[in-house]
């Protein structure tokens, strides 16, 4: 069965400054991989997914990820950090052999300080 | 567009009683999606439901919750009796289905809060 590891509990970060969230997966073949943002008390908001194709994956509200094989890492970055990033961040990964669903990492808690 | 809804969004009840909660998918949304969600934790899939028909259920505590979606809409997940230990979020997700695959996107709405005590 597919799994992923969030290493980092807590981020934190100055305003302005740059991002990088790990990412390690565990599945045999080439997965889909998530990562998803969830604000305190709201639902898990989709960033970006991989599934094939270009390994840097472009997402929403200016965040990237890019899948390495050979390091079983789907990191996710951005390049200036905004208060407003401050919430929890979700790796996920699908069996593309199986069920797609997400299975979802325990997640990263992103602190912005201004 | 109307996003997934859930109610209740917060619930307290003492163990051994029982406890419902109500999902309505975005409209048009084949497939439905119940998490449930530890503090400290990721979501965790308990089942999923194409139309209405279950597609996964095996991460489901049989003994003690069950769900159901009649008529392939509305979803309901109920837990009887409650215990300390299914204190967590529940969250309803829905997508688009059929042979989309992993092409459609999970929608998960805000989320029922339950609290055993």
């Known amino acids: 069965a597919q799994s992923v590891t969030q290493p980092d509990i807590h981020i934190t970060v100055s305003e302005g400054a740059s991002l990088e969230l790990r990412c390690n997966y565990s599945?045999?073949?080439?997965?889909?991989l998530f990562w998803y943002v969830q604000s305190p008390g709201q639902g898990l908001q989709l960033l970006l997914k991989?599934?094939?194709?270009?390994?840097l994956v472009q997402g929403i509200k200016g965040f990237e990820a890019e899948f390495k094989r050979s390091q079983s890492s789907f990191n996710l970055r951005k390049p200036s950090v905004h208060w407003s990033d401050a919430a929890e961040y979700f790796c996920a990964v699908g069996a593309s052999g199986g069920s797609y669903i997400p299975t979802f990492g325990r997640g990263t808690s992103l602190i912005v300080h201004p | 567009e109307a996003g997934v809804a859930q109610s209740p969004r917060y619930k307290i009840i003492e163990k051994r009683q029982s406890v419902a909660f109500w999902c309505n998918p975005i409209s048009g949304h084949a497939t439905l999606y119940w998490y449930q969600q530890i503090l400290g934790q990721g979501p965790k899939l308990l089942i999923q439901f194409q139309n209405n028909g279950v597609v996964d259920d095996s991460q489901l505590p049989k003994d003690r919750f069950s769900a159901e979606r009649l008529k392939g809409v509305d979803s309901t997940l109920k837990i009887q009796p409650a215990k300390l230990e299914d204190s967590a979020v529940y969250l309803c997700a829905s997508s688009l289905g059929g042979t989309g695959g992993p092409q459609n996107t999970i929608y998960f709405g805000e989320g029922s809060w339950l609290t055993v005590v």
């Open positions: 599945y045999g073949a080439t997965p889909y």
């Open positions: 991989y599934f094939s194709g270009d390994t």
